[in-house]
């Protein structure tokens, strides 16, 4: 059937196969969309099949020992790209034994400030059958990829692709994580691309994310045209450095996604694909057939209920379908009790198994591009086209994403949109069953399921307070490494290098990132 697909003809099947072609006449022609979607196509028609992204788990929690536990078990499930959830002390630069780390080590994530909880944490993953590996950490990049590669290049898994989220200038607007000033922020985004491309290291160094824009408040399309004015500004400064177009796209992903609307959440994926190209043309010369094809992630959501959790089941199976037919390459799937807590186990598993059944049964992966002709899509794919066309000329009157994010407007453009998909909640405009509609008897204690919480939270930070300190304890003199971080960070030198020493000779996060701070300061 591989063969079929990279030579552009017709696949056939059995009398007992069901499934559709990988490839119909229609399907493979290249001239019913855009020439990024005839390239995407005819890029995954080479690769074979079948067609389906990589299954992705967003996980971590308490210490690095119950993390490792918790990814040994969905990569037994089936999970094949793994990315670190540490915890907000973690991301904010901060040790576990830090004054202003008190009651939140390992709620939000692991625990993960020193080289030996990286290591910890993925002691339990067989790196030959995975994908990828990766870290959330967008204002302390340079730490977590440090972390990263470092670890995969000791455990002799140097194959393994990394997947991190990188992306400090949504910080500053729509989560909040942010600890440098934003040129800072982007200097160490952009020093972590630069090593990647340098050390031709694979995988992405850097997730350009609309997700957290949408969640603030913008809905999806707006959302994205902030990631792009975003990912325009990192690729800005790393043209300026003197690296190519081409090397830096070939490091990005970017991570788009709509909670509630199937056809929105396709054609969000696929006008991503067009827009990124014209841009890419626009902004940079770069013709469409010599540009990377864009690498696309997704999370599967579904406006989730904490009042009916197993009513989740559906809202996320639709949504990872959405997804898989938008045409992503990397797909996670929330908890159906993730609005309670951080998932349980069990349904950080069920997420993978939604993921698996959608990609591998109902013939949804036997042909490359299953909506390809769809009147209605067409129209929402113009839509979102118009409407980020729009958005980024605006960011472009008001200086580029850089300064708008420092003048005020994009926190203005959020404070505008914020609150519409609840007023349509509220109107009855979007419906959502268990609560605008079809609600349950308040007498009936159902579609609750069995999720319990299983962390004993107060017991984790103890731990890692004692873990810090042990650490501390054992390790070398670290101070000449950290100095080299703050002489790096005072010049234009490349941070990584000197950040992945210093984690090797035990430095923490905290130490880390007060020694940048010191050298910026300079």
Known sequence: MAGSAQTGTVATSSANDSRAPILSDYDAAAGVSSPAIAAWRRAR??????????????????????????????QEVGAESFLIATDLPSQLGFDPDAELAYAQVGRAGVSCTTLADFEAICSELALDRADSVGMLSNSVGHIGMGMVASTLRKLGAPEVKLVMQNDPLKEFTARGTEIHHPAEAVRIACDCVAHAIDEDIPGVAMTVCSNHYDVAGTGPVLAMAFAFGNAIVYIDELVGRGYTVDDVCGKLMFFLNERSDFFVEAAVFRAARTLWSELLAEHYGVKVEDQPVMCLMGYAHGLESAAEPLVNLPRVTLSVLASVMGGVDYLCATGYDEALRIPSVDAAALAVRTMQVVGNEHGTATTIDPLVGSAKLHDVEDYVATTVHAELERLDEEGGSLRALE?????????????????QLESGERLMVGHSTNVAPAQRDLFQGSSQGEVDFGRVEQEMRERIERHKAARGDVAPALADVQASAATTENLLPPTIAALQTGATGQEIVAATRAGFAR
């Open 45 to 74: 028609a080479a690769a074979g099949g079948p067609f389906r992204p990589r299954y992705m788990v967003y996980s971590g929690l308490g210490s690095p020992a119950m993390t490792a536990e918790r990814l040994r078990i969905l």
């Open 407 to 423: 003048s005020g407007y994009v926190k203005q453009r959020i404070d505008e949109q914020r609150g519409a998909r609840e007023a």
